[in-house]
């Protein structure tokens, strides 16, 4: 059984907050997820080594197991959180490592970052990915930490489904077979709506200010276009990456269950 404080020192409430770098989660290999939301999706999944929480929460979440509990005031709360309005309850969470081979590209849609770097981007994605089956990302070595709290915030507890792996991209688009699909979007791309897509393959997702690099725009085998509306009038110059990565989901699966 977990032990219950109900004094939280400054010392945690330190710790709490220190979760805010990178270098302090990696440190422990742990995040931080506030907000009952997030929090329960997350229970069950991850170990949880602290637990902070009002009493409100807490007894309207009696089972609730982490090696650590500690009963707060929302003023208390206030003071370790990292949210400008705490929601009752905050929890550190233990990092998750996730295997990987190429063969999991051959087998089911995957999406690929390319240098994404805005957290709530990054969280919204996964999010993206949660609703619509997409149960693996890869990231580029360079995209946002999908641990920032802005990101873990973003994702609504859709980390406790989709897999995020780091990894050279290049080098796991070189691991593919030939015929595996390879999609991202390019303004001469070809229109998204006319386009035989799969079930399986990568969809790769560029940097909000540069698209996708060079070397792996070299690598993708089909170059898809999300077109403006009407076309040929002056419209934005892009969409979001987020907003795109949706489009682009969105129309997948539609085609799928046709």
């Not at 406790?160 to 080098?171: E, G, K, M, P």
């Amino acid at each position: 059984m977990p032990t219950k404080y109900f004094m939280l020192s400054k010392n945690k409430t330190k710790y709490i907050r220190s979760l805010e770098l990178k270098k302090n989660r990696k440190a422990d290999d742990v995040f931080i997820a506030e907000g009952h939301k997030v929090v329960n999706e997350l229970l069950g999944v991850f170990p949880c080594p602290l637990l902070v929480a009002t009493p409100r929460w807490l007894n309207a979440n009696k089972n609730t197991r982490a090696t650590e509990i500690i009963e707060v005031s929302d003023e208390e709360l206030a003071r370790a959180s990292l949210q400008k309005a705490p929601q009752d309850v905050l929890a550190v969470f233990k990092q998750p490592h996730h295997t990987f081979s190429s063969d999991i590209i051959k087998n089911s849609l995957c999406l690929a970052l390319d240098n994404v770097q805005d957290p709530g981007n990054l969280g919204t994605i996964v999010r993206i990915a949660d609703w619509f089956g997409i149960k693996d990302i890869f990231c580029s070595e360079e995209t946002a930490d999908i641990f920032n709290p802005k990101t873990v915030q973003a994702t609504m507890g859709a980390i406790a489904r989709v897999r995020i792996h780091y990894c050279n991209l290049l080098r796991l688009i070189k691991e593919l077979d030939e015929n595996t699909p390879v999609f991202g979007t390019f303004l001469d791309g070809e229109n998204l709506y006319k386009q035989e897509l799969s079930t399986h393959g990568l969809i790769v997702m560029g940097n909000e200010g540069n698209g996708i690099s060079k070397d792996i725009s070299a690598m993708i085998n089909r170059r898809l276009l999300i077109p403006n509306y009407p076309q040929g009038h002056d419209t934005s110059e892009s969409l979001n990456v987020a907003v795109a990565t949706a489009i682009i989901c969105a129309e997948f699966r539609r085609r799928i269950s046709e």
